[in-house]
Antibody, heavy 114, light 112 residues
Framework: QVQLKESGPVLVQASETLSLTCTVS????????VIWVRQPPGKGLEWMGI???????DYNSALKSRLSINRDTSKSQVFLKMNSLQTDDTAIYYCTRGFHFDYWGQGVMVTVSS | DVVLTQTPPTLSATIGQSVSISCRSS???????????LHWLLQRPGQSPQLLIYLVSRLESGVPNRFSGSGSGTDFTLKISGVEAEDLGVYYC?????????FGGGTKLELK
């Protein structure tokens, strides 16, 4: 069955780089894109970016300068890296299958400490 | 970037009541390929979001048919025909026609 699972550090220092991994199963990254979405505590969903099935990427305009999304198709993993973290980057980070957001990971809560 | 405006921000309903949520886009969501990439999600408290409706009106597998979606261009609606207790949570519309994709601000459905 289709599954996505986020992993990475739960506490990061301000100004450092966040590295998260989304490990997928039940489908191929060459057939589906993967989207990253985040949700600050008590707030709404924010679309961060997508890596398409052909490996191309699109990013949220506000995050584009410090965000990158890559993948390793042989390991069925998608990677998110975001630098220059600030406290307002504290959020639950989700990966979800594109186009239609039909499967989601359970999310990982990342706290940015000053 | 495309802005999606959801109304109302909060919706109080009784069990069995029918309700509607509006999602208005700052520009047309009709893609040049003829599809309209407007989807609806539900996030129950403490859970990951789940897909309800995709491509405006297509019901995701396993989702009860009391949920329906309609609309075109810039105006879209999610209707729940007979709210049940398990429907409580926050509803989001999201567009995938124009990069970067964007979410609406959410509509919280609560019991009256």
């Amino acid at each position: 069955q289709v599954q996505l699972k986020e992993s990475g550090p739960v506490l990061v220092q301000a100004s450092e780089t966040l590295s998260l991994t989304c490990t997928v199963s039940g489908f191929s990254l060459t057939n589906y894109g993967v989207i990253w979405v985040r949700q600050p505590p008590g707030k709404g969903l924010e679309w961060m970016g997508i890596i398409w099935r052909n490996g191309n990427t699109d990013y949220n305009s506000a995050l584009k300068s410090r965000l990158s999304i890559n993948r390793d198709t042989s390991k069925s993993q998608v990677f998110l890296k975001m630098n220059s973290l600030q406290t307002d980057d504290t959020a639950i980070y989700y990966c979800t299958r594109g186009f239609h957001f039909d499967y989601w990971g359970q999310g990982v809560m990342v706290t940015v400490s000053s | 970037d495309v802005v999606l405006t959801q109304t109302p921000p909060t919706l109080s309903a009784t069990i069995g009541q029918s309700v509607s949520i509006s999602c208005r886009s700052s520009q047309s969501l009709l893609h040049s390929n003829g599809n309209t990439y407007l989807h609806w999600l539900l996030q129950r408290p403490g859970q990951s979001p789940q897909l309800l409706i995709y491509l405006v009106s297509r019901l995701e597998s396993g989702v009860p048919n009391r949920f329906s979606g309609s609309g075109s261009g810039t105006d879209f609606t999610l209707k729940i025909s007979g709210v049940e207790a398990e429907d409580l949570g926050v509803y989001y519309c999201v567009q995938g026609t124009h990069a970067p994709w964007t979410f609406g601000g959410g509509t919280k459905l609560e019991l009256k």
